[in-house]
């Protein structure tokens, strides 16, 4: 072929010396002998030989080219995309190259060398998380303590700081300092009976609650005498277990080994220490631990198979294990302690409302889930596994949107469930992928040994709690007459066409009457307790013996006023 001369199609023999082509760069014509076509433009005679663009005919494969409907270029960015996921080829296998080696696997050899033969192998302090109503205050998400020692009298002696009768006792105790939080103790509670003017105060990190009024019970704490008290043994449980999963965790080269006793320590030291269900005895709380362990278990297997073996498979950072995996998931299957300062507790609208703080937490939490999910979509592509994942998650999504609308029941994501989520997105062998497997793992763990499989649907009764709001109607008080003594009210009849019958009456947070229709005039005329002494009432509708929503309290003034609340009548 002369130098100079163009073709689209064409071959030569064999030559000693440089062509044309090759003097240019470009390859090699095919030949009548070979399976390749080469195919190029005409070069213009001001540009030498060149490549021109290859036809689009030729660029797409026979499925492709059935979507020509589509425009071309949404077609190419299209196939960039899906080329972008599939990754590199080949694959880059994500390995764990160990710090300090020698260092890290000096246990295994130990144990390799000298043992070749055989085979290896807590808190009192909680909030209500419905709306309690104390006096005129709506009291959600914080300790439950009403009364104590005032501001003043903190830092002096005092024999008895009275407490309201419906306090939770322990926070009360920890707030009077007769137990520790961190260490537990014993004490001895005095019951007494009516008392009013509870005061208010913030000691030992908890904050009580005022209450102005009287109310039928009350109780104190003895000083000066003991109980004999079982020491509280959860912190020394929880060094023997962190020291034995340890020396585990550095000494074990089998995945094999490693996760199944872990993960059977942990279960049984969250159910029986750490977290342990309301029961009243060990009899019955170890039955229930081991009756959930089952189940767990078999959840479990499918971690190990498709998520734990693949990562720790060939894993020799035996110390970054520890610190990373072991470590993520103690933080994990202790998050009554260490995620408590989280103001979140449930995923609900009128929830994230009501605690404060909790609105910022979920951005940061929603934020932080984003950038992780970015880091392990990138490994995920380095190995090629994208796309497979992809499906995966696509699943995952549509199911949960499926149970999204589905009619009168409600999605509520619980521990267990939020692992079974994202673990298989933490097959990767990555120091981050370590960390993320292990707290997903003590979350797991957590959620089903504290709480068991509860169901991911449930209906509104049960996501609202025995205490929750109803929503319901509330009694039409139509008068209201105070005096310094004595109020009397009156109310329209209740909604029989709503099956309504009756009205009950709170007076300082405490039933004091009832009145059913048939039971005479609808009207009530209460008299003061104490003399000059604040009072606080609430109505709500009866449907046979159970009582709907409550109004918000009216407060009875000491001196005969009545401030009426936003869904009572009277002066503001």
């Given at each position: 072929?002369?130098?100079?001369k163009?073709?689209?199609?064409?071959?030569?023999?064999?030559?000693?010396?440089?062509?044309?082509?090759?003097?240019d760069?470009?390859p090699?014509?095919?030949?009548?002998?070979s399976?390749?076509?080469?195919?190029?433009?005409?070069?213009s005679?001001?540009?030498?030989?060149?490549?021109?663009?290859?036809?689009?005919?030729?660029?797409?494969?026979?499925?492709?080219?059935?979507?020509?409907w589509?425009?071309?270029?949404?077609?190419?960015?299209?196939?960039?995309?899906?080329s972008w996921?599939?990754?590199?080829?080949?694959?880059?296998?994500?390995?764990?190259?160990p710090f300090?080696?020698?260092?890290?696997?000096?246990?295994?050899?130990?144990?390799t060398?000298?043992?070749?033969?055989?085979?290896?192998?807590?808190?009192?302090?909680?909030?209500?998380?419905?709306?309690?109503?104390?006096?005129?205050?709506?009291?959600?998400?914080?300790?439950f303590?009403?009364g104590?020692?005032a501001?003043?009298?903190?830092?002096?002696s005092?024999?008895?700081?009275?407490?309201r009768?419906?306090?939770f006792v322990?926070?009360?105790?920890?707030h009077?300092?007769?137990?520790?939080?961190?260490?537990?103790?014993?004490?001895?509670?005095?019951?007494s009976?009516?008392?009013?003017n509870?005061?208010?105060?913030k000691?030992?990190g908890?904050?009580?609650?005022?209450?102005?009024a009287p109310?039928?019970?009350?109780?104190?704490?003895?000083?000066?005498?003991?109980?004999?008290?079982?020491?509280?043994l959860?912190?020394?449980?929880?060094?023997?277990?962190?020291?034995?999963?340890?020396i585990l965790?550095l000494?074990t080269?089998?995945?094999?080994?490693f996760f199944?006793?872990v993960f059977?320590?942990?279960?049984?030291?969250?159910?029986?220490?750490?977290?342990p269900?309301?029961?009243?005895?060990?009899?019955?709380?170890?039955s229930?631990i081991?009756?959930?362990?089952l189940?767990?278990?078999?959840?479990?297997?499918?971690?190990?198979?498709?998520?734990?073996?693949?990562?720790?498979q060939?894993?020799?950072?035996?110390i970054?294990r520890?610190?990373?995996?072991?470590?993520?998931?103690w933080?994990?299957?202790l998050?009554?302690y260490t995620f408590?300062?989280?103001?979140?507790?449930?995923?609900?609208?009128?929830?994230?409302r009501?605690?404060?703080?909790a609105?910022?937490?979920?951005?940061?939490?929603?934020?932080?889930?984003?950038?992780?999910?970015i880091?392990?979509?990138?490994?995920?592509?380095?190995?090629?596994?994208l796309?497979?994942?992809?499906?995966?998650?696509?699943?995952?999504?549509?199911?949960?949107?499926?149970?999204?609308?589905i009619?009168?029941?409600?999605?509520?994501?619980?521990?267990?469930?939020?692992?079974?989520?994202?673990l298989p997105?933490?097959?990767?062998?990555?120091?981050?992928?370590?960390?993320?497997?292990g707290?997903l793992?003590?979350?797991?763990?957590n959620?089903?040994?504290?709480w068991?499989f509860d169901s991911?649907?449930?209906?509104?009764?049960?996501?609202?709690g025995?205490?929750?709001?109803?929503?319901?109607?509330?009694p039409?008080?139509t008068?209201?007459?105070?005096?310094?003594?004595?109020?009397?009210?009156?109310?329209?009849?209740?909604p029989?066409?709503?099956?309504?019958?009756?009205?009950?009456?709170?007076?300082?947070?405490?039933e004091?009457?009832?009145?059913?229709?048939?039971?005479?005039?609808?009207?009530?005329?209460?008299?003061?307790?104490?003399?000059?002494?604040v009072?606080?009432?609430?109505?709500?509708?009866?449907?046979?013996s159970?009582?709907?929503?409550f109004?918000?309290?009216g407060?009875?003034e000491?001196?005969?006023?009545?401030?009426?609340?936003?869904?009572?009548?009277?002066?503001?």
């Open positions: 072929m002369a130098p100079g163009t073709t689209d199609i064409g071959g030569e023999g064999e030559r000693d010396a440089p062509s044309q082509w090759e003097r760069g470009v090699e014509p095919s030949t009548s002998a399976s390749t076509l080469d195919v190029r433009s005409r070069a005679s001001d540009s030498g030989h060149a490549y021109g663009p290859i036809p689009v005919w030729l660029q797409e494969s026979s499925k492709s080219f059935h979507w020509r589509v425009p071309y270029q949404v077609r190419h960015f299209a196939r960039a995309i899906v996921t599939r990754g590199p080829d080949p694959p880059q296998i994500q390995k764990i190259t300090f080696p020698s260092v890290q696997e000096a246990p295994v050899r130990l144990i060398k000298y043992f070749p033969q055989k085979i290896h192998k807590a808190g009192l302090s909680v909030h209500v998380t419905t709306p309690h109503a104390v006096g005129a205050q709506d009291i959600n998400y914080r300790p303590v009403i104590g020692p501001e003043d009298e903190i830092d002096h005092s024999s008895e700081y009275f407490y009768g419906d306090s322990c926070q009360a105790a920890i009077a300092g007769v137990v520790s939080n961190q260490k537990g103790g014993c004490g001895v509670v005095k019951l009976g009516s008392y009013s509870f005061t208010s105060s000691r030992n908890i904050q009580s609650i005022p209450f102005d109310f039928p019970k009350s109780f104190t704490f003895v000083s000066g005498l003991s109980s004999s008290c079982i020491k509280d959860r912190w020394p449980l929880l060094a023997v277990t962190v020291i034995f999963t340890t965790s000494c080269a089998s995945p094999l080994v199944p006793t059977t320590m942990l279960f049984f030291h969250v159910g029986l220490v750490s977290d269900p309301t029961n009243t005895d060990y009899a019955s709380l170890s229930l081991i009756g959930r362990f189940p767990a278990a078999f959840v479990a297997a499918a971690f190990y198979r498709y998520s734990v073996k693949p990562q720790q060939d894993l020799t950072a035996y970054e520890t610190i990373l995996w072991l470590g993520g998931a933080i994990g299957s998050n009554n408590d300062f989280i103001p979140i507790q449930r995923l609900t609208p009128s929830d994230l009501a605690q404060p703080g609105p910022l937490a979920l951005s940061i939490i929603v934020v932080s889930l984003l950038a992780i999910a880091g392990q979509v990138w490994y995920l592509r380095l190995e090629g596994r796309p497979k994942y992809l499906a995966i998650y696509g699943i995952f999504v549509a199911f949960l949107i499926v149970c999204v609308i009619p009168t029941l409600n999605l509520r994501i619980h521990h267990y469930f939020l692992a079974l989520l994202l997105g933490t097959r990767l062998q990555t120091r981050p992928s370590l960390l993320y497997q707290i793992v003590g979350l797991f763990i959620g089903t040994a504290r068991g991911i649907l449930q209906t509104t009764n049960e996501l609202r025995p205490d929750g709001v109803l929503h319901s109607a509330l039409n008080i008068s209201i007459v105070p005096a310094v003594s004595s109020i009397t009210f009156q109310w329209a009849m209740p029989l066409a709503l099956g309504y019958d009756g009205i009950s009456t709170l007076v300082n947070d405490v004091r009457w009832r009145w059913y229709i048939g039971e005479g005039k609808p009207t009530k005329t209460f008299e003061r307790q104490e003399e000059g002494v009072e606080y009432f609430r109505f709500a509708l009866m449907r046979g159970g009582a709907a929503d109004t918000k309290a407060v009875w000491g001196d005969g006023v009545w401030r009426g609340g936003s869904d009572l009548g009277g002066e503001e």
